[in-house]
């Protein structure tokens, strides 16, 4: 309704899922959902975390991993990654473990494991 009423996508409405970027370990993570234009722009992936960047000190855990920017995180662990706020959560219950991660970028599909600190 408030899409509607604003005639555009305003995102989630929960404060916790309003977090629409965020740094997370180095990474600065976009809520797809919440950019049309991305949406558009990745091949029309609707759910997940954008990476928009990685910081080169920072962000080694994504690096080392393999990831670079534009990927788009979908999985954690065989569970749906939504926004960033789901990928927060798992990754705190996840914390100290190596996960598998699964990403999207150019119509393809990729795992990836990363040591969670």
Same mark, same amino acid.
């Given at each position: 309704?408030?899409?509607? /009423?604003?005639? %555009?996508?305003v @995102?989630?409405?929960?404060? *916790?899922e %309003?977090?629409?970027?965020?740094? +997370?370990?180095g990474a600065i /993570?976009?809520?797809?959902?919440?950019d !049309?234009?991305l949406i558009?722009?990745?091949?029309?992936?609707n759910?997940g975390?954008y &990476? =928009?960047?990685?910081? *080169?000190?920072?962000?080694?855990?994504?690096?080392n991993a @393999?990831l670079t920017?534009g990927?788009?995180?979908? =999985? /954690?662990?065989? $569970?749906k990654?939504s926004n &960033?706020?789901?990928l927060q959560?798992?990754?705190? *219950?996840n914390? *100290? %473990? +190596? &996960?598998? /991660?699964?990403? +999207? =970028?150019n119509?393809?599909?990729?795992?990836? $494991? &990363?040591?969670? !600190?």
């Open positions: 309704m408030a899409t509607l /009423l604003a005639g %555009k996508y @995102g989630e409405t929960t404060m *916790q %309003k977090t629409s970027r965020l740094d +997370v370990n /993570l976009i809520n797809i959902a919440d !049309p234009d558009d722009a990745s091949g029309g992936y759910f975390c &990476i =928009k960047a990685i910081d *080169q000190q920072t962000g080694s855990m994504w690096l @393999g920017d990927w788009i995180i979908q =999985k /954690l662990n065989n $569970e990654i &960033i706020a789901d959560r798992c990754m705190q *219950q914390s *100290q %473990k +190596v &996960i598998l /991660l699964t990403a +999207v =970028k119509y393809s599909s990729s795992s990836f $494991e &990363i040591f969670l !600190p």
